[in-house]
């Protein structure tokens, strides 16, 4: 195994332990609480931080590795692993997007639209799920 290739599992497992923990929070705290409870505001927008960030990361690492075009933005990053079979054009619309929503909860810009966040907490979680299912498929064949 190589350097690049332990790094993009331990990574791997990193972004399914994140998921794991977006999915306990997601099973403690319905909507209407999140949107009055700054703990559960502050805890569910740093799960889909990191959850983002390692997928952006893995991403940018089997970009690297499979010598696949250069992203000019993070979303680039989902499509370019379309482009290079990692999964399917239709799998990467549904991550677009994320690379943008990453920049917002990372800022932290004044104006974060709660419920956007908490429907992104809902449909993040399954995405990301089939994301590792992605990835640790197209490792298998390498």
Not at 6 to 31: C, G, N, P, S, V
Request: aromatic share 10%; glycine share 4%; net charge positive.
């Amino acid at each position: 195994m190589t350097a690049v290739r332990f790094t993009i599992d331990t990574h791997l497992k990193h972004l399914k332990k994140i998921i794991k923990q977006a999915e306990k929070y997601k099973k403690m705290i319905d909507k209407k609480r999140f949107l009055t409870d700054q703990m559960a505001q502050d805890a569910v927008c740093r799960v889909l931080q990191l959850m983002i960030e390692a997928s952006l990361t893995i991403g940018e690492m089997i970009i690297a590795e499979n010598d696949l075009r250069k992203p000019e933005k993070n979303d680039d990053i989902f499509d370019i692993l379309a482009e290079g079979k990692v999964y399917p054009k239709n799998f990467a619309e549904k991550l677009w997007g994320a690379g943008g929503f990453r920049n917002v909860l990372t800022h932290n810009y004044v104006n974060l639209n709660l419920n956007l966040v908490y429907d992104n907490l809902e449909k993040g979680i399954p995405t990301f799920k089939k994301y590792t299912q992605y990835i640790a498929k197209f490792l298998l064949k390498k």
